[in-house]
């Protein structure tokens, strides 16, 4: 299994352009995170899904926007970028059911830079 | 407020000594809390995942406890090693949806 991946690593963004964060999983995950992560701090949730259809914003979900056609996977969208999504952003995702299947894992990040 | 602070923000000990990460939330409710490692310019591997009904977790030289009533957790980490050096994080979730609240992490440094 590849787990979770991440597209693209790293990206330099014009203010105002448009991008899409691609996020994947092959482990049958019912439930993918999107979290981003300023420097210095721990990491903050952006948008969820419990399964394919169903999506819910999380703390910090303004200037962005999911969807989840499939259950493989969950696209991030920037919409109209601005300087303070410059950021890290981080897939995860996890199986739904029995307590020890609870732990998420994460992908390796998306390095962004809006100037 | 629901939030999570680790303190320190960063630590460095010598190669071999026993260490402890402190982790503290404001909401005592919790549902699990996870002990999550990340390199730098990586992404974030789980370590442990205590249930709120437990009190510690243990995998290897690693060592999670929980106390709900005080809203704390420690992760004790024994003879420690260079390759321990990494930052690592606390987060809690609230209920089985998964939603983890993150602390700012702390960066640990292990000299040989």
């Known amino acids: 299994n590849a787990g979770v991946t991440q597209t693209p690593k790293f990206r330099i963004l014009k203010i105002g352009q448009s991008m899409t964060l691609q996020c994947a999983q092959d482990?049958?995950?019912?439930?993918m995170y999107w979290y981003r992560q300023d420097p210095g701090m721990g990491l903050k949730l952006i948008y969820y899904?419990?399964?394919?259809?169903?999506?819910d914003k999380g703390e910090v979900p303004n200037g962005y926007n999911v969807s989840r056609s499939t259950t493989e996977d969950f696209p991030l969208r920037l919409e109209l970028a601005a300087p303070s999504q410059t950021s890290v952003y981080f897939c995860?995702?996890?199986?739904?059911?029995?307590?020890?299947?609870?732990?998420?894992?994460f992908g390796p990040g998306t390095r962004l830079l809006v100037l | 407020k629901q939030e999570v602070t680790q303190i320190p923000a960063a630590l460095s000990v010598p190669e071999g000594e026993n260490l402890v990460l402190n982790c503290s939330f404001t909401?005592?409710?919790?549902?699990?809390l996870q002990w999550f490692r990340q390199d730098p310019g990586k992404g974030l591997t789980s370590l442990l995942l205590?249930?709120?009904?437990?009190r510690e977790q243990t995998s290897g030289r690693l060592n999670a406890s929980l106390d709900k009533s005080s809203g704390r957790s420690t992760l004790y980490i024994a003879a420690s090693q260079p390759g321990d050096s990494a930052t690592y994080l606390c987060?809690?979730?609230?209920?089985?949806?998964?939603?983890?609240?993150f602390g700012q992490g702390t960066e640990l440094s292990v000299k040989p």
């Open positions: 995860a995702s996890r199986k739904a059911g029995a307590i020890h299947q609870e732990t998420q894992y």
């Open positions: 482990m049958n995950h019912n439930y």
């Open positions: 987060a809690v979730s609230y209920n089985q949806g998964g939603k983890l609240i």
């Open positions: 205590i249930q709120s009904s437990q």
């Open positions: 909401d005592s409710a919790i549902y699990n």
């Open positions: 899904s419990v399964g394919a259809g169903i999506t």
